[in-house]
């Protein structure tokens, strides 16, 4: 920060100030629907957990970790600013354990939706490891990764032929473990909870019955999170609003003190944060 003859920290502090002053007239009194998800300050460490309001579309809160313990920090901080967490009613959330561990403990009245980009996250990396099992007897899979989990849409011209000519292969596992990834996407189309679980029931068996061991432990995962897999098909909320904040946070990776970098990490995403009435917050 030679420019401006001031070390960097004493500039965090500067702009950690007016964020704090800033932040004081958040009003989250109208929360009722939230996202959470987790980033992290460095690749893969530091883990921070990231709270949004859905219906607003802007960013309440972050904290540091990943455990059930973030709940109890951002009802804390939501009822400090208007808000109560009995009136949460709707989650959006991964399948962490500590997550699912934490709004049972402090939002007693939220139903818990399981974010079908995650589900769909599962769903890659079954594939993925069942066209890693049979690359070597497959020369053809090498460098194929992403033909296989991008949706269709989203391949190039020559990426589509590509793979419409590895899917002649009717011996290929890769290739059924495809159509599974696909079917699944296609279920999520439906708004009928119903209809979705009849569908999803099905997808299940039939996945059983592949053979395919990483599809097979999906299917364990998924009955364990029945509930909150169906909720989808009732709220339709999903986090895919995180991602974009997700993105915007990492941005101020490149504009960090490394010696402070977890303090400045927050302090950055905050600022970034203000545009949306709503800021990170440690």
């Not at 991964?94 to 769903?123: W, Y």
């Not at 099905?202 to 395919?212: D, F, Q, R």
């Not at 909150?228 to 101020?252: H, P």
Request: hydrophobic share 40%; aromatic share 10%.
């Amino acid at each position: 920060m030679a420019m401006v003859r001031e070390t960097d920290q004493r500039l965090w502090r500067v702009i950690d100030h007016y964020v704090s002053k800033a932040r004081e007239a958040v009003d989250m009194s109208e929360v009722q629907a939230i996202g959470v998800d987790e980033t992290s300050s460095r690749r893969g460490h530091d883990y921070i957990s990231l709270f949004v309001d859905l219906a607003a579309k802007r960013l309440l809160f972050a904290t540091p970790g990943k455990d059930a313990q973030t709940f109890e920090k951002f009802c804390e901080d939501l009822q400090a600013h208007g808000g109560n967490s009995e009136a949460i009613a709707e989650v959006s959330m991964d399948l962490s354990p500590a997550f699912q561990k934490g709004a049972a403990e402090h939002l007693p009245n939220a139903q818990v939706t399981f974010d079908r980009f995650h589900l769909m996250k599962l769903i890659n990396e079954a594939v993925d490891v069942v066209r890693k099992g049979e690359v070597y007897s497959q020369p053809d899979l090498k460098k194929s990764r992403w033909l296989w989990l991008k949706n269709p849409g989203k391949l190039s011209a020559k990426q589509s032929a590509k793979l419409q000519e590895l899917l002649k292969n009717q011996n290929l596992k890769t290739a059924q473990a495809y159509q599974f990834r696909l079917t699944f996407q296609e279920i999520f189309t439906i708004q009928n909870r119903h209809q979705g679980a009849v569908l999803l029931k099905a997808w299940m068996e039939n996945a059983k019955a592949s053979g395919l061991p990483p599809l097979v432990k999906v299917t364990y995962t998924l009955m364990n999170h029945w509930d909150g897999i169906l909720r989808w098909f009732e709220s339709q909320i999903t986090n895919g609003i995180l991602e974009g904040f997700n993105s915007v946070t990492v941005q101020t990776r490149p504009l960090l003190s490394q010696a402070r970098l977890s303090e400045s990490f927050f302090i950055g995403g905050r600022l970034l944060g203000l545009g949306g009435s709503g800021v990170l917050y440690r």
